[in-house]
């Protein structure tokens, strides 16, 4: 399994949100570029950047800082927030960005983002569903910077998509985003099982070592997280067994 550091971008500093709340921002004091190159340090693959900002106007709002990202050449970016357009995938792909990251539109939009996929091809997209437990346990997807809670079962969302060839899924338990609480295990174990073929990225909760060890034990292609590794509550001998560059 691999981790995945996350910057999220608000304002052009790097914030972290708890539960996709505005109003429960932290801010650190440290630059994105700081911590890209941190993160390549610690011999990272990827990085994974959402625009907060973009996201919550529907539109890409640090198009130039994640470009400049892009040009540094030691991380393959995958990049969120704020992309409903195919030109606004195209910019992003071409600037040397290689993954885009689509999310509340693969629910109200999948015929359109099931164009893109087989257009841009599997590897180039990751589809983010963002899901909230309801009372039995079922996972149901919530939209528009979690602001929205739909009533799509991610199951049925993955499903969907299978014919256009879907391979990456990012997968974030709202409840625990942010929190530090731990991952839902359980629900990425369920979705590994249902779907083995899809490269499940796992987000929200992560604390330590522990329990990246208990994702990859339940199948989980990667692991997505911010505040742990901001907060350097991940030593990084730790990490080294899933930083494939380490």
Same mark, same amino acid.
């Given at each position: ?6 910057? =999220? ?8 949100? #708890? ?14 570029? @700081?911590?890209?190159?941190?993160? @390549? ?11 907060? =900002? ?12 994640? +470009? ?27 600037? &040397?960005?290689?993954? #885009? ?21 599997? *590897? ?10 309801? @009372? ?22 993955? +499903? ?8 990456? #899924?990012?997968?974030?338990?709202? =409840?625990?985003? &942010? ?5 839902? #295990? ?17 987000? &929200?909760?992560?604390? *330590?070592?522990? *329990? ?13 997280? &911010? ?20």
């Amino acid at each position: 399994m691999e981790l995945i550091p996350a910057i =999220d971008l608000k304002d052009g500093r790097c914030v972290r949100l #708890v539960r996709g709340d505005f109003a429960a921002e932290t801010r650190y004091p440290v630059t994105p570029e @700081a911590l890209y190159e941190r993160f @390549a340090g610690f011999g990272a693959r990827r990085l994974h950047v959402v625009d907060l =900002d973009g996201a919550r106007v529907g539109a890409p709002a640090h198009l130039e800082a994640i +470009e400049a990202l892009a040009r540094r050449g030691r991380l393959r970016l995958q990049v969120g927030g704020g992309l409903r357009t195919r030109e606004s995938l195209e910019r992003m792909l071409a600037s &040397g960005v290689a993954r #885009v990251v689509v999310g509340s539109l693969a629910v109200t939009e999948p015929g359109l983002v099931g164009e893109w996929l087989r257009d841009f091809g599997p *590897d180039s997209v990751v589809l983010a569903f963002d899901v909230r437990l309801d @009372a039995d346990g079922t996972p149901r997807i919530a939209t528009h910077g979690w602001a929205q809670q739909s009533a799509v079962v991610l199951w049925d969302a993955v +499903e969907g998509f299978l014919v256009a060839g879907l391979e990456h #899924v990012l997968c974030t338990d709202v =409840d625990r985003d &942010g929190l530090l609480a731990g991952p839902n #295990v359980e629900l990425y174990a369920e979705a590994v099982r249902r779907f083995p073929t899809i490269e499940w990225q796992a987000s &929200g909760g992560i604390r *330590d070592a522990a *329990d990246l060890r208990a994702l990859a034990a339940n199948g989980a292609a990667a692991a997505v997280s &911010g505040r742990a590794l901001l907060e350097d509550r991940l030593p990084a001998a730790e990490l080294q067994p899933f930083l494939p560059a380490a």
